[in-house]
């Protein structure tokens, strides 16, 4: 299974990563999973809004090294988020590394637990975050993007509310959500509907503007011959050649 059934809770619907046994990587399955269950919610007048979760220790491990997403593909469930007409809220207790950041990113709130870290890896696989800086560059401050964009450093949960790329962090996330949910149930969905036009236009015209660039940035990194010793030193455990 890559994506469990949704649940409808007074107008929440949940949709939970669930494929542990790759780190809830973004398959193309998966891709395709999640933008029709996204389409389903944006058809169905009983839901409110939306929250993104998982089962396991990882959130998102980013795109799955033994069979990725079509780039165009993951740039496309990106802004069918930022476009869904409701909210959608992460719930993270887990590691989110490299693209999962990018899914991370398009949510419109997120909490995060003590649980959860952080990692831009791109860099140390040879290759960049190319698609997923469209709503990363929007959203964290420069010089933290600057610093986690060059090195992969990890950061935790409450680092990650600094730089901007999480709303908030908490130690029962569960109890933390129970207000922003709340709040949700309360307003009306004219009222959702156009308040998200605002916060995310800037990112949608971003994606407009910038997408199919990024997209054969993206395709000629993951295809060039330190991309592939990268990826495969790291399914390998080892470290690539260029490690000083």
């Given amino acids: 299974m890559t994506l469990a059934a949704p649940a409808h809770d007074q107008g929440i619907t949940t949709l939970t990563l669930d494929s542990p046994a790759n780190r809830n990587a973004l398959s193309a399955r998966l891709v395709g999973e999640l933008v029709e269950a996204l389409d389903a919610c944006a058809a ?136 922003v949910l709340e709040g949700l149930r309360r307003a009306s969905p004219q009222g959702l509907r156009a308040s998200k036009e605002l916060v995310t236009a800037t990112v949608l015209r971003n994606f407009d503007q910038h997408a199919e660039d990024l997209i054969a940035r993206s395709a000629a990194l993951f295809t060039s011959a330190e991309a592939r010793e990268g990826m495969t030193a790291f399914l390998e455990r080892r470290d690539p050649p260029w490690v000083l």
């Fill in 44 to 179: 169905d007048d009983t839901v409110r809004a939306v929250v993104l979760t998982h089962t396991g220790t990882t959130f998102c491990a980013g795109a799955d090294l033994t069979g990725p997403p079509d780039p165009a593909a993951f740039v496309a469930l990106m802004r069918r988020i930022a476009a869904l007409p409701k909210p959608v809220v992460a719930r993270v207790t887990g590691h989110v590394r490299a693209g999962g950041l990018g899914l991370l990113g398009v949510c419109d709130i997120s909490v995060a637990g003590p649980g959860a870290s952080f990692a831009l890896t791109e860099s140390r696989l040879g290759l960049a975050p190319a698609v997923i800086s469209v709503p990363l560059l929007a959203r964290m401050d420069p010089a933290s993007a600057a610093r986690y964009f060059l090195t992969g450093e990890r950061f935790d949960a409450t680092e990650a509310v600094r730089t901007g790329l999480v709303t908030l962090a908490a130690e029962d996330v569960d109890k933390a959500l129970e207000p």
